[in-house]
């Protein structure tokens, strides 16, 4: 061992310094959720339930912007990387992101999560941590190395749950000006 002061790193740190493979695992983000709550890839039949939980979150009709990820994720996406997660019989999550193939048929190091919903019927149930979980491993095998997401400066409430999901600010920064203003 390696000797500082004339003492072990282990007395140094402490009897606690020893790693107890006994003990019981600190929370996970993602197995246990991922385990307990079915996702499976996102197919074209989704397009109505993930407009009606959408509508439930926002309150809007923002069945053209689903249509068109949808088309997206399923068609002109490379590689295809959306979930869905289901419960009581139908799907209750969704998670929409794409992995692009870039120069030379090689697999882009990043994907983009477009956008995560979860009913609100069922939050607090571990839905959203499956749907990220189970994205995040899959990213994982096709060796992704992050993934990048933008929200609304003022939704403090997705900023908390992607901080909570180990998300962080980028070194990008982007501003906007409107113009004619």
């Known amino acids: ?7 072990t790193v282990p007395q140094q740190l402490g ?15 993602g197995p246990l959720a991922r385990d307990r709550i079915p996702v499976r890839t996102m197919t074209e039949s989704d397009l109505q339930a993930l407009i009606t939980i959408d509508n439930r979150i926002t309150g809007f009709d923002r069945t053209a912007y689903f249509r068109r990820k949808l088309a997206e994720a399923l ?18 999550g969704f ?10 048929g090689r697999v882009e190091p990043a994907a983009v ?10 939050r607090q149930r571990g839905i959203g941590r499956a749907l990220l979980s189970q994205l995040l491993m899959n990213l994982a095998t096709l060796r ?14 997705l900023l908390g749950y992607l901080d909570h999901c180990g998300f962080r600010p980028s070194q990008r920064l982007c501003f906007e000006h409107v113009v004619g203003v």
């Open 113 to 122: 999560l477009d956008t995560i919903g979860v009913d609100p019927d069922y």
């Open 1 to 7: 061992m390696t000797r500082h002061k004339n003492l």
């Open 144 to 157: 992704i190395e992050s993934v990048r997401t933008e929200i609304d400066w003022n939704d403090r409430e």
């Open 95 to 104: 998670v929409m992101a794409r992995v692009d193939l870039g120069e030379f």
């Open 75 to 92: 068609r002109e996406s490379d590689i295809r990387v959306s979930l869905v997660a289901e419960l009581d019989g139908g799907p209750v």
């Open 15 to 29: 009897a606690d310094a020893e790693v107890n493979y006994g003990k019981p695992a600190a929370p996970d983000f």
